[in-house]
């Protein structure tokens, strides 16, 4: 049995574009693995990137070092923001008065300093 030339020549751009597809997709698909931090591995299991522990291990302790800055800074944003809240709520909410409270106890601030001179 063989097979006809005819049908061999109509299939060969069919078998050439699935085995481009095929290849682009795998390129594709290892690019993303590696954009996103993934480890890349070769046909035994066995990871080739990164190449050693060394650098998944600093790359994860700088991601820590980030996470933590970035969790205290978000942790005085909310007192912060707790603050201006209770300001803003309590029932005695009268902002001109509390400004002049401030700019009293600044003056007073600035006598005292003076009178020590």
């Known amino acids: 049995m063989s097979l006809d ?13 699935c085995t481009a597809i095929g290849t682009g997709g ?13 480890p890349l591995e ?3 299991g066995k990871s ?3 190449r050693d522990n060394g650098e998944a291990q600093a790359r ?3 991601l820590t070092q980030e996470n933590a800055e970035l969790r205290a800074e978000m942790s005085a944003a909310k007192d912060r923001l707790a603050a201006l809240e209770r300001i803003v709520t309590d029932q005695g ?3 001109a008065r509390q400004i002049e409270s401030l700019r009293e106890a600044r ?5 005292e300093k003076e009178t020590r001179q």
Do not use: K
């Not at 030339?5 to 574009?17: K, N, Q, V």
């Not at 795998?26 to 993934?38: A, D, K, T």
């Not at 003056?107 to 006598?111: P, R």
């Open 93 to 95: 909410y009268d902002v």
């Open 5 to 17: 030339p005819g049908l061999l020549m109509d299939l060969t751009p069919i078998i050439a574009i």
């Open 48 to 50: 080739i990137y990164p």
């Open 60 to 62: 994860v302790q700088l």
């Open 107 to 111: 003056t007073l601030a600035t006598l």
């Open 42 to 44: 070769n046909s035994w």
């Open 26 to 38: 795998w390129i594709f698909n290892n690019w993303l693995r590696m954009r996103h931090g993934y």
